[in-house]
């Protein structure tokens, strides 16, 4: 199949600009209680307030997005997997000094509202992705829970590491 420009179209096209069908919704919404008493005016008014609660419940379905956060112990390719989701080395992975995340690493696509993610309270690190398989959600590679301590005592020092680890709080 063709595009308007005439190159062939890719399964990877753009998502649709609903621009248009929002603004007849709108115009819809403003009309509809005001209408003229005209017999079929009544009753587009009458299907229209069918409608528009199925819509406004179809945007809602469409808005939500899955947070997946990736938990494990030490050493168990939590930021491996993210980095493989992701598309590319968004976190430090591999046999290097543990812990490799203390803090949250969250992974969004481009078009993904996340302000209504604590990033800051969290201390988390935003890295945006193009990758399609975190397309519809937002991943999160968490610290690791058994090592770490609080505030600079590094985990040999305490009596046990979980006693003094606080990132599970932020979870």
Not at 9 to 32: Q, T
Not at 57 to 84: D, H, I, Q, W
Not at 115 to 136: C, E, I, K, T
């Amino acid at each position: 199949m063709d595009t308007p420009t005439g190159s062939p179209s890719s399964s990877a096209a753009a998502e649709p600009d609903f621009a248009a069908f929002d603004l007849l919704v709108e115009a819809l919404s403003r009309w509809a209680p005001s209408g003229p008493a005209w017999p079929p005016a009544r009753r587009v008014k009458s299907e229209w307030e069918g409608v528009a609660p199925r819509l406004d419940k179809a945007r809602l379905e469409l808005s939500r997005v899955l947070v997946v956060g990736v938990v494990g112990g030490t050493g168990t390719g939590k930021s491996t997997l993210v980095n493989a989701l992701a598309g590319s080395e968004v976190t430090t992975a591999g046999d290097v000094a543990r812990p490799t995340t203390i803090n949250p690493v969250v992974v969004a696509a481009r078009d993904v509202d996340v302000s209504w993610l604590p990033l800051d309270a969290m201390q988390a690190r935003l890295v945006r992705s193009d990758s399609p398989a975190v397309a519809n959600i937002v991943l999160v590679d968490c610290p690791d829970p058994d090592t770490q301590s609080a505030a600079g005592t590094p985990p040999a020092e305490s009596s046990k590491p979980s006693a003094t680890n606080h990132n599970r709080d932020l979870l």
